[in-house]
């Protein structure tokens, strides 16, 4: 079985523009986590998609959204970026929504901002 | 609220010793415990889960992880170091206030020394 997949693996961005980043989970999981690893705040929740819906939110601004499409395809979305926003974006995908589900991570983009 | 304590930012072992690093949680509720490694520029890979049962768990890699409710731990440890073993370590911590949200600890990078 393929894993979770993430594209693009790095960007580079300025200040100011937005950015999309995709997930592809592993065929059958409906699940699809967003986390931010940097090195002083280490991995950060941003939100979690089911069947389409976002079941839970971080404790992030607006700038950051996200969406899951029926294919459960999910991509997350940084609009007027800052440098504090340069991290590791790493996506999780599960079978479901119980807390039990072991999640599994794709290898992140590395988004920098210039 | 959920959260996890990971005791040491920087663990070194010379090969053949013994790996342990520490986790403490908090919950109001039963957790579900998780140990996740990162090696350099990839994603994070589950190692090892407690969700009831069995109190000592094993996982990959020759490790294995211990939860002990009064001590609210859950610590993992592996008898002999290899050198492949050097990676960054998160314990995670889901419980079913939390849904599919699961929340890490800082992560600590464990270095081991031929």
């Known amino acids: 079985k393929a894993g979770v997949t993430q594209t693009p693996r790095y960007l580079i961005k300025t200040r100011g523009q937005q950015v999309t980043l995709s997930c592809s989970p592993i065929?059958?999981?409906?699940?699809v986590s967003w986390y931010q690893q940097t090195p002083g705040q280490g991995l950060q929740f941003l939100f979690e998609?089911?069947?389409?819906?976002?079941?839970n939110k971080g404790n992030f601004p607006g700038r950051f959204s996200g969406r899951q499409f029926s294919n459960s395809r999910s991509e997350m979305n940084v609009s007027t970026l800052e440098l504090g926003d340069s991290a590791l974006y790493l996506c999780?995908?599960?079978?479901?929504?119980?807390?039990?589900?072991?999640?599994?991570f794709g290898p992140g983009t590395r988004l920098t901002v210039l | 609220a959920q959260s996890v304590t990971q005791l040491g930012s920087h663990v070194s072992v010379s090969e053949g010793a013994l790996v342990l690093l520490r986790c403490n949680y908090s919950?109001?509720?039963?957790?579900?415990l998780f140990w996740y490694v990162q090696y350099p520029n990839q994603g994070l890979q589950l190692l090892l889960k407690?969700?009831?049962?069995?109190?000592l768990v094993k996982g990959i890699n020759g490790f294995e992880a211990e939860f002990k409710k009064s001590e609210t731990s859950f610590h993992l440890t592996k008898p002999s170091a290899h050198m492949s073993d050097a990676a960054e370590y998160f314990c995670?911590?889901?419980?079913?206030?939390?849904?599919?949200?699961?929340?890490f600890g800082t992560g600590t990078s464990l270095t081991v020394i031929p």
């Open positions: 999780a995908s599960s079978l479901g929504v119980s807390s039990y589900n072991e999640q599994f």
């Open positions: 065929s059958g999981h409906r699940s």
């Open positions: 998609y089911f069947s389409e819906t976002q079941r």
């Open positions: 919950s109001s509720v039963p957790p579900y």
């Open positions: 407690y969700t009831t049962g069995a109190t």
């Open positions: 995670a911590v889901s419980d079913s206030n939390t849904g599919n949200q699961f929340y």
